[in-house]
């Protein structure tokens, strides 16, 4: 295909820089240059949204392509066909003459087929004696062999926003059901804090989030609500210190009256447990169902992890998950579990229900199972770590208290 004809495809109709362009680049096709064209067809197909093309563009697209014989376009062979407008529309599933006619300017105007109209503006093929094909006047399907590597890249691309948007959208559900039952659990049990303030900030971000459209907007929305969930974490970390603060001024202050009592009691048995009495534990505040703590808080709940860590210490979240591999092997948990584990909970949530599970690895009979068991839940939104891990907390301060 030489740069001269560069009219020629354009007949009578309006012609265009971009259809100019087009035939430019269809002109430089690579010597020998050959591609699947259902292949070809099926990138177009996925790249539909980038090129700007709807479904019944496509429906006409495939219909050109079953009129081209080879499976295969290629450089070397005639990449016009010409099929009358009801042949096509035979094969486009019966679509009327008017909306065919659209359908094809659509295709032109995307870059995907070229117009190579004949004197008459119908479309023929002109033999030579030996049977083979002097001149072909319909639509050239050169740009779609051209184009082929690009369209490769376009719906690789697509499938990737794709890929993302599926992934921002969880992380958004997970986000703002973990706000939400946060903030509920803290009203419930009356912990201190601006509860009120952080409940209306939900609120607004809430209905920002019912006009979010796009990745871009998600994604900022995610930020938004990551933020705020690590605001209402922060207050709720703030309440956990402030009641262990207020339950070590009470040990100090019983310890303070117990030394002024008279010295007979000093020879008495100093705890009911001393008595043969059961001891009577302090009572534990309900905990408010979490999901995301602080690295410190999984580790008072999962005091054991932190043997596995490097040098038997977890200074890090990475410490954590590294620990988690070594913990996961040690229970038997299979590779495969434990990675689906990490792509629906998250790397580090994953490691925490690895932490949760070693804490009560005698009650597991099968921690594979049970870890995707947990896994399976997740991903319906039905399994959140925070009453396991609360659990862990209060089973930890009840031995501390009669230890």
């Known amino acids: 295909m030489q740069s001269g004809n560069v009219t020629t495809p354009f007949g009578r109709r309006r012609m265009t820089l971009a259809l100019v362009k087009n035939q430019f680049d269809t002109s430089d096709i690579r010597k020998g240059k050959t591609a699947d064209k259902w292949r070809v067809y099926r990138d177009a197909c996925d790249a539909r949204s980038l090129l ?42 019966g679509i009327a003459g008017t909306t065919l006619r659209e359908n094809l300017a659509i295709l032109v105007q995307a870059g995907l087929i070229q117009r190579h109209d004949s004197p008459n503006g119908k479309r023929y093929v002109r033999k030579g004696r030996n049977g083979a094909i002097e001149t072909a006047y319909g639509f050239s399907l050169a740009p779609l062999l051209a184009r082929s590597e690009e369209l490769a890249l376009l719906a690789q691309q697509v ?77 709720l970390e703030n309440q956990f210190f402030s009641q262990k603060s207020d339950a070590n001024d009470a040990v100090y202050r019983q310890h303070k009256q117990n030394s002024k009592t008279e010295s007979i009691n000093e020879l008495e048995p100093s705890s009911r447990k001393e008595q043969g009495e059961p001891a009577e534990p302090e009572p534990q505040p309900k905990q408010p169902d979490v999901r995301a703590f ?38 038997g948990i299979s590779p495969s579990a434990y990675q689906d584990a990490c792509e629906i909970m998250g790397p580090e949530n994953a490691a925490i229900a690895v932490a949760c599970m070693l804490e009560r690895a005698g009650h597991i009979n099968s921690p594979g199972g049970y870890l995707r068991d947990l896994t399976r839940k997740a991903e319906r939104g039905e399994f959140s770590l925070g009453p396991m891990l609360m659990a862990l907390h209060r089973q930890n301060a009840d031995v501390r208290s009669t230890g």
């Open 52 to 93: 700007g093309i709807r479904d019944r563009a496509l429906a006409v697209l495939n219909a050109l392509l079953t009129f081209y014989p080879e499976s295969e376009l290629s450089e070397e062979a005639n990449l016009i066909v010409f099929p009358s407008n009801a042949q096509l529309s035979a094969r486009a599933n």
């Open 294 to 331: 602080p690295l410190g808080m999984v580790l008072r709940g999962c005091p054991q992890m932190a043997d596995y860590g490097p040098g038997g210490a977890i200074a890090s979240w990475r410490d954590l998950m590294s620990a988690a591999v070594v913990v996961r092997s040690m229970l």
């Open 159 to 235: 499938a990737e926003d794709n890929r993302q948007l599926k992934f921002i959208k969880e992380r958004i559900t997970i986000t703002r059901r973990d706000i939400r039952k946060l903030i509920s659990a803290a009203m419930d049990e009356g912990a201190s804090g601006d509860w009120e303030g952080l409940e209306q900030r939900y609120v607004e971000t809430v209905m920002r989030l019912r006009l979010a459209k796009g990745l871009n907007d998600l994604t900022r929305m995610l930020e938004e609500l990551t933020a705020l969930r690590e605001a209402v974490l922060k207050a």
